[in-house]
């Protein structure tokens, strides 16, 4: 694995991984944000536990090189996150300051998860 794709990769699992506590824990951030998106409390914590998830599977895959195909599956369960999150961001009418980064975000972790494919 080379130290760009490393690098990528384990950025992007504390990003997700620090996302996903704070909806796992629903801190007033989360709170306010499932309130304003019309999800659940427990919803929104189930998501945070996705990207927790997701976050370390990013990370194992770029780490161990026996395990690079969980971080190409961690890579496409969070695009699919960062899809449903824009889609929620649109819905509810948010400026484009707030909904770019799920596209940014998803776009990056679909790049880590095609370097952590071909340098497996």
Same mark, same amino acid.
């Given at each position: 694995m080379?130290?760009?794709t490393i690098v990528l990769a384990l950025l992007l699992a504390v990003a997700?991984?620090?996302s996903g506590v704070v909806k796992i824990l629903t801190l007033p951030p989360a709170k306010a944000d499932a309130d304003r998106f019309g999800i659940s409390h427990n919803a929104y914590k189930a998501i945070g536990v996705?990207?927790?998830?997701?976050?370390a599977?990013?990370? @194992?895959?770029?780490?161990v090189a026996d395990f $690079? $195909? *969980?971080? *190409? =599956?961690?890579?496409?369960? @969070? *695009? =699919?996150?960062?899809?449903g999150a824009l889609l929620t961001h649109l819905r509810v009418k948010d400026p484009a300051?707030?909904?770019a980064g799920a596209?940014?975000?998803?776009?990056?972790t679909a790049v880590a998860g095609v370097l952590i494919y071909l340098n497996a």
């Open positions: 080379n130290i760009a997700f991984a620090a996705l990207e927790f998830l997701g976050g599977g990013l990370a @194992i895959g770029a780490l $690079w $195909w *969980v971080g *190409v =599956a961690a890579a496409a369960g @969070i *695009v =699919a996150l960062t899809i300051g707030k909904a596209p940014l975000f998803g776009i990056l």
